[in-house]
Nanobody
């Protein structure tokens, strides 16, 4: 079994920074692309950005204040959000493409979601 477990988040004030973590565990043969999504109240889930072994990519809204990094030794992807604004309030999800063996195609796995609330 493979699972993604997220940590971080919570209630923060405008202007703060925070870092979310997402750790993949279980029967992992190879870790592929890892992404972060967010779903604000009343809105559809949207891609924040992601990272492959060659580097990160971001949606336009995330290019200035969001930083995605990964640690392949720890099977972990991070999302750093700087200068948080109330519009960043959302549930944040990580997603990963993971091969559990060399014979089968990669499968998509999702984290459980982490609430980030930005409010003074």
């Amino acid at each position: 079994q493979v699972q993604l477990v997220q940590s971080g988040g919570g209630l923060v004030q405008p202007g703060d920074s925070l870092r979310l973590s997402c750790v993949a565990s279980g029967r992992i043969w190879s870790l592929g692309q890892m992404d972060w999504y967010r779903q604000a109240p009343g809105k559809q889930r949207a891609l924040v950005g992601g990272t492959t072994r060659t580097g990160p990519h971001y949606s336009d809204f995330a290019k200035d204040r969001f930083i995605i990094t990964r640690d392949d030794d720890e099977n972990t992807v991070y999302l750093q959000i700087n200068n948080l604004i109330p519009e960043d309030t959302a549930i944040y999800y990580c997603r990963a493409l993971i091969w559990t063996n060399e014979r089968e195609a990669a499968r998509e796995y999702w984290g459980q979601g982490t609430q980030v609330t930005v409010s003074s």
